[in-house]
């Protein structure tokens, strides 16, 4: 069985017969799960402690600025990174974090702000999003 190294993770070894590797860089905060049978397709676990804090400070948006609308804003760059690294979308993202990541990152803990519904469905996370990548995942 020969294995597929990832250039930019030298400690991501996929078996050779992984049908779905990245195309391209895995944020640091995305960790690879290849164990779980329950996710064929592939299954990202992503530590909130280290991915919202990295995804807020690039949007320029300070701890006590932090509401519903940027929390979502952060979970669709999340999906959106994922999505360009990967070149596709069919996989499955899992947050979990330390025990104390739910009372700090839920969103029953934060202000509304412009709302949820703003960031995901108004297209406020894909115009943020393309505003400092420069581009939108196919």
Not at 21 to 26: L, N, T
Not at 28 to 42: R, S, Y
Not at 65 to 82: N, S
Request: aromatic share 10%; proline share 10%.
């Amino acid at each position: 069985m020969t294995e597929i190294i990832i250039p930019d993770k030298p400690e991501l070894v996929l078996p050779s017969n992984y049908p779905h590797p990245p195309k391209r860089e895995v944020p640091e905060w995305a960790k690879l799960d290849l164990k779980n049978p329950n996710f064929p397709a592939g299954c990202f676990l992503v530590d909130p402690d280290e991915a919202y804090p990295a995804l807020l400070g690039e949007l320029g948006i300070e701890p006590e600025e932090v509401d519903k609308y940027w929390l979502e804003v952060v979970y669709q760059f999340v999906k959106l990174d994922l999505q360009f690294a990967m070149g596709r979308n069919n996989f499955t993202i899992v947050i979990r974090g330390s025990r104390d990541y739910k009372k700090k990152w839920a969103l029953k803990q934060h202000p509304d702000g412009k709302g949820i519904v703003a960031a995901a469905q108004g297209g406020g996370a894909r115009a943020h999003y393309k505003r400092l990548r420069g581009f939108l995942p196919a």
